[in-house]
């Protein structure tokens, strides 16, 4: 598609519950990239990949936090054992490419909701 | 690890006064992005900088990025309501191509009409 999709658009979870997030980027889009924009509206890049393979993972939780980009599906986020300050709108975006001069192409975002 | 500080936190204008936002790196950029996120938005590709010194417009708005690639700011000529949002750079260290982008906290612009 010509934009990045991201669903749902809301999820509400129990603390200690799990949470998965998806996203399609636009097609022919090499890139994937996960933010996470807390209230203060500071974005912390999570991690990102070229095609099905992580490319930069450093701003990644190590103990809750997974992410995939499988071949024909939606990349997806997962936080396992969800906590309070997980609550956050969770961004993903799409590039053609990392070269100079390359946009990142944000999707609508999932916002989550820890109770 | 890199810091990309922007300033002001918020701004309040009247319609048609102007608007400006500094973004300040803690190590030289091989490149900068401005975004513009609306209320309950995502963020939107306004521009990239590339090059020393680079000024870019783009109808009312100007950008810049410094002589030593650290500093970047965004000029807003009579600004208009339809400005309002949050307005945040990114910067890309130089050797990491295009990723991480590190985002500053963003400048929230209102507009009183």
């Known amino acids: 598609g010509e934009e990045v999709a991201q669903t749902p658009k809301h999820l509400v979870r129990g603390e200690g519950q799990k949470a998965k997030l998806y996203c399609a980027p636009i097609?022919?889009?090499?890139?994937v990239f996960w933010y996470q924009q807390v209230l203060k509206n500071e974005f912390k890049f999570l991690i990102s990949f070229q095609n099905e393979n992580v490319f930069d993972e450093t701003g990644m939780p190590k103990e809750r936090f997974s992410a995939k980009c499988l071949p024909n599906s939606p990349c997806s986020l997962e936080i396992q054992a969800t906590k309070l300050e997980d609550s956050a709108v969770y961004f993903c975006?799409?590039?053609?490419?990392?070269?100079?001069?390359?946009?990142?192409?944000f999707g609508d975002g999932t916002r989550l909701s820890i109770l | 690890g890199q810091q990309v500080m922007q300033i002001p936190q918020y701004q309040h204008v009247q319609e048609g006064e102007d608007f400006t936002t500094y973004c300040n790196s803690s190590t030289t950029l091989s490149n900068i992005q401005w975004y513009k996120q609306r209320p309950g938005g995502h963020p939107v590709f306004l521009i990239q900088l590339v090059k020393s010194g680079e000024v870019k417009k783009q109808k009312r708005l100007t950008f810049q990025f410094g002589e030593a690639k650290k500093n970047s700011s965004l000029h807003i000529t009579a600004t208009q309501t339809t400005d309002v949002g949050t307005y945040f750079c990114a910067g890309t260290r130089i050797g990491s191509g295009n990723t991480p982008l590190v985002f500053g906290k963003g400048t929230r612009l209102s507009v009183i009409a």
């Open positions: 097609k022919g889009h090499s890139y």
């Open positions: 975006a799409s590039s053609q490419s990392t070269g100079p001069g390359q946009p990142q192409h």
